[in-house]
């Protein structure tokens, strides 16, 4: 049974924005994050929040992108504005244990993923 679900991937024009959701189970609020992958390239990660939302970003995404829960709905967002075709991806959202979040915007500590949703960005 998948734990994490992806939703809210679309293409938009350069300049545009989306709002990516990710549904999840109520022990998952740890730590979690959004990654995402282009194609041809490795997966990097984009944000990562804790339970005490606290956040880490990517510089790519710095004042661009946002990333937000609530624990009422048990769902994470991305808020991706200012979008540019380089953001195009498939965009992933993993959850993991809450020692060592933030220390690194990496995958180490994240164990469950959901299956993604894709961002195309048009020039």
């Known amino acids: 049974q998948r734990q994490l679900v992806e939703s809210g991937g679309g293409s938009v024009q350069a300049g545009g924005s989306l709002t990516l959701s990710c549904a999840y189970s109520?022990?998952?609020?740890?730590?979690m994050g959004w990654f995402r992958q282009a194609s041809g390239k490795a997966r990097e990660g984009v944000a990562i929040?804790?339970?005490?939302?606290?956040?880490r970003y990517a510089d790519s995404v710095k004042g661009r992108f946002t990333i937000s829960k609530d624990i009422g709905k048990s769902t994470l967002y991305l808020l991706l504005t200012n979008l540019r075709p380089e953001d195009t991806a498939r965009y992933y959202c993993?959850?993991?244990?809450?020692?060592?979040?933030?220390?690194?915007?990496?995958?180490?500590?994240?164990?469950?993923w959901g299956q993604g949703t894709q961002v195309t960005v048009s020039s």
């Open positions: 993993a959850a993991g244990r809450s020692g060592q979040c933030l220390t690194a915007l990496d995958d180490s500590i994240f164990g469950t």
């Open positions: 109520a022990n998952l609020e740890g730590c």
């Open positions: 929040i804790k339970s005490s939302d606290a956040t």
